[in-house]
């Protein structure tokens, strides 16, 4: 092993995204073995492979106690999958974390004790920080509150969730409930989102939104007066059609910028492919150059794009060359396409300071799994490096340099994360007394 790949193994990963549940829920309603190793992209490719999706959900269904009846619906397919990237994730999950060299019915069954094992209070925090090996975990819980987390107030962090702002279909009601501010038009609807983040802006590590599931990424800027008549149509109960949807989305996603600079966090937002099959039906809505217009009109906002806006990369290397505010994130990169990943981060070292490059998240809901893919991850990105190397780019002193800038340094100054750290502890303290 040289001294690039070493130092890339026992180096702690910053982990910018997870949708990881509680520790309350990880423990009562967590994955058996089947759903921690298949759950949560394999069954995509299963899907492409030509298996229904009625059978891609049923191996991950816990509830169903056959599980040999759920292997044997998609053994056959899984030969065609498991040399996919999601298919080499799962299979570095079953090595690491069950001891599983090859997955058959057998090792499967033999792995369920393992499992029942790990699904015990505490056990998730040490998957990830001494397994995984993880700095810390940025969570995105499609939620706006972000309080302390007990089972590990430092190591899991969250964000706050913008997407149904940004979709034009803000829940008022429940927003009333976090902030007791009564929306009755834009002035009180900006009272209420700036409470929100005096609220948990504080614990949040950054603000996130995957709105191009429902939407463009192209932004436009409206003002009040375009949004005030669409917004009196929402709170009379009237129905919004797809253009005043857009536009009241618009006006809101740019306040959500606003206030994260207020509030000094980034602002996230999902570029390229989505976790569905069959829906780049327009595909060209996916692509991070859209983005242009509001990166431009909020130079000090912060902005992460994630998921190397695959697979649309060359765009995103690009914007990242162009716009000083923004960050690339390649959570959930390594497994869409290991290669284009590996390719990835040696175009973004010939063409970005790589400063702004962030090296992992797994993109997914079990720690299980989060294991597997930081593992992708570091082979990964000794692969890229190394290859700089070899071709006399930098040296391999050097190569250990950027590694530890693209795995945690660049994200500890980003989200400024000793800061947030030290808040979070803070405010825990007072709470306690």
Known sequence: MTDLAHHIKITPLVDTHEHLLSEAEYVKDGPDVLQSIFHTYIG?????????????????????????????????????????????????????????????????????????????????LRLLREVANLDHVQINHHAWACEPDLSGPEFFLYDISWVEFCSGQPDLKQLYEETQVEVRDTASLRQAMAALFEKYG?????????????????????????????????????EIDAAERLCLGDWCWARGVELAAEHNLPFKIHTGIMAFNSTM?????????????????????????MHMAYPYTDELVGM???????????????????????????????????????????DTFWPAQVVGYAAQARDGLTRALSAEVEEGTFCEAEAIQIATCLMRENQMACFDIENKQATILSQLSAKNG
């Open 44 to 124: 995509l490719d299963l899907i492409t492979s030509r298996v229904s999706k009625d059978v891609a959900d049923r191996v991950i269904d816990s509830s169903d106690p056959d599980v040999e009846g759920r292997w044997n619906c998609i053994k056959d397919a899984w030969e065609y999958c498991r040399f996919t990237s999601y298919g080499q994730a799962a299979r570095i999950t079953a090595r690491l974390v069950y001891g599983i060299e090859e997955i058959t019915l057998d090792s499967i069954l033999t792995a369920a004790e393992r499992n029942k094992q790990l699904r015990q209070p505490g056990e998730r």
């Open 202 to 238: 504080g614990c949040a590590v950054a603000v996130k939104a995957q709105h191009a599931y429902d939407r463009t990424l192209a932004w436009v800027e409206r003002d009040d007066a375009d949004v005030e008549p669409v917004l009196q149509k929402v709170l009379r109960g009237d």
């Open 281 to 305: 039906t327009d595909p060209f809505r996916l692509q991070s150059g859209n983005l242009g217009t509001i990166l431009a009109r909020y130079p000090d906002t912060r902005f992460v794009l």
């Open 320 to 362: 990242a060359k162009n716009f000083p505010n923004v960050y690339v994130d390649m959570c959930w990169g390594w497994a869409l396409n290991f290669r284009a990943a590996v390719d990835f981060v040696r175009q973004m070292i010939h063409a970005v300071p790589y400063n702004k490059l962030f090296a992992f998240g797994g």
